[in-house]
């Protein structure tokens, strides 16, 4: 035994062919925490996760759950020893099995009344009470999923794994199904790891989101600080839309139409993104809920358009009036003319109306250009 309750991934690389697709991927969850893996289609989010479930063999690195050594090159248990439950990107349920014996799939060994209250228990729990006896073809692709995961969680795994298992779904089947399942996750402790390549889905369910980018690990941590401290501009703009201007640093700051952001971390002469999340820009007399940061900055925008999201409002806008003291600058930034703001609620200003726009300086990240061509 060695390490900790829970999962721990450490130094695993992954080539097929020859090609390296997972690299210096190290990972600890603990017992009982969910942690959602989210980066961009073919970065090796479901790689990791079949090298976790025992499905595909470790060419480097240790897999170890609950403290044991369940994966090492050339020691790789097969997955039905591993106490892993996983449902993959396309839910396959046996379609000559019933829902009961789907759902009772790995509880053979249980004695045949033991496997029926467990498997009524399950059905319960993901709300297909009465589909005992139903045939996959017969259920709706949220039912296959739900079924799928009752499959999972049947033989109670101490480790979840969970490829976009929600993908399928219409987005209001989606919330409900996703809900459910992580409050089942939550209730039995599960120490679960999901994929996905929703910002939003991630936010909602992880304890930690850890971002994958081209097969090593971007940034882990809570989501609140994965979307307000994003350590690279890949993760600010994966995690959420940006508005983005060029800069270039002078005297610890860079010029943005607001105004000057401090730099610290800089030098002088480096050449600057500053991303600005649509909901960092706050407009005078919508309801912004500004909490204690002062804004800089106040500009005249001119409305593009706007249009009503359900739950906030979009609204286009450029800065047609140019202050004649920004003319001064001798490093103004090279000029947007095309912003987006997020305001919460029905807010719908009429298309070439004027607002007064500020920053919320917390909200813009600045990072030095990668490749400057
Ligand atoms: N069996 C395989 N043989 C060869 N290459 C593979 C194999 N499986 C995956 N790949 C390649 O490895 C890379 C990572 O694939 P993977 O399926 O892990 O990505 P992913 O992050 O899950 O993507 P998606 O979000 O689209 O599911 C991709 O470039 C893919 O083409
Ligand atoms: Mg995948």
């Not at 970065?43 to 595909?56: D, F, P, S």
């Not at 439950?85 to 799939?105: M, R, S, W």
């Not at 726009?357 to 400057?372: E, N, W």
Request: proline share 7%; net charge negative.
């Amino acid at each position: 035994m060695t390490g900790a309750a829970g999962l721990d991934l450490s130094d695993i690389h992954h080539a097929y062919a020859g090609t390296a697709v997972v690299r210096d991927f190290a990972l600890t969850i603990a017992a009982g925490e969910l942690v959602c893996l989210l980066g961009p289609s073919g970065c090796g989010k479901t790689t990791v996760l079949r090298l976790v479930a025992g499905l595909e063999p470790l060419q480097q690195g240790r897999v170890i759950i609950d403290g044991r050594v369940v994966g090492a090159p050339g020691r790789d248990l097969p997955p039905e020893a591993r106490g892993v439950g996983f449902v993959f990107q396309d839910v396959a349920l046996f379609p000559h099995l019933d829902i009961a014996d789907n759902v009772g799939f790995g509880l053979r060994r249980q004695s045949a009344e033991a496997r029926r209250r467990r498997v009524e228990t399950l059905l319960e729990r993901v709300h297909l009470t009465g589909y005992a006896k139903a045939w996959p073809h017969q259920l709706s692709g949220g039912q296959q999923q739900r079924v799928a995961l009752a499959r999972a969680l049947a033989p109670a795994p101490r480790v979840m794994l969970l490829d976009e298992p929600f993908s399928g779904l219409d987005t209001r089947l989606r919330s409900v199904v996703r809900d459910e399942a992580l409050h089942l996750l939550k209730a039995d402790g599960v120490t679960t790891l999901v994929v996905t390549h929703d910002p939003e889905e991630a936010m909602f369910m992880a304890d930690r989101i850890a971002v994958m980018r081209d097969g090593r690990l971007e940034q882990v941590g809570a989501p609140a600080d994965i979307y307000t401290q994003p350590a690279s501009e890949f993760v600010a703009e994966f995690m959420g839309e940006v508005n983005r201007i060029d800069g270039v640093v002078h005297d610890g700051s860079v010029a943005t139409p607001f105004g000057r952001l401090p730099t610290p971390d800089h030098a002088d002469g480096t050449a600057v993104h500053v991303l600005i999340r649509p909901e960092a820009l706050k407009i005078a007399g919508a309801d912004q809920g500004i909490l204690g940061a002062a804004p800089i900055g106040s500009l005249a925008a001119r409305v593009l358009a706007s249009r009503l999201l359900g739950r906030t409002s979009w609204v286009h806008v450029c800065f047609d009036t140019d202050p004649a003291h920004r003319h001064d600058e001798p490093d103004a930034p090279q000029r947007h003319s095309h912003w987006h703001v997020r305001v919460p609620g029905q807010f719908l200003p009429a298309e070439g109306s004027l607002l007064q726009v500020s920053l919320d300086p917390r909200q813009a990240f600045v990072f030095a250009v990668q490749d400057p061509t």
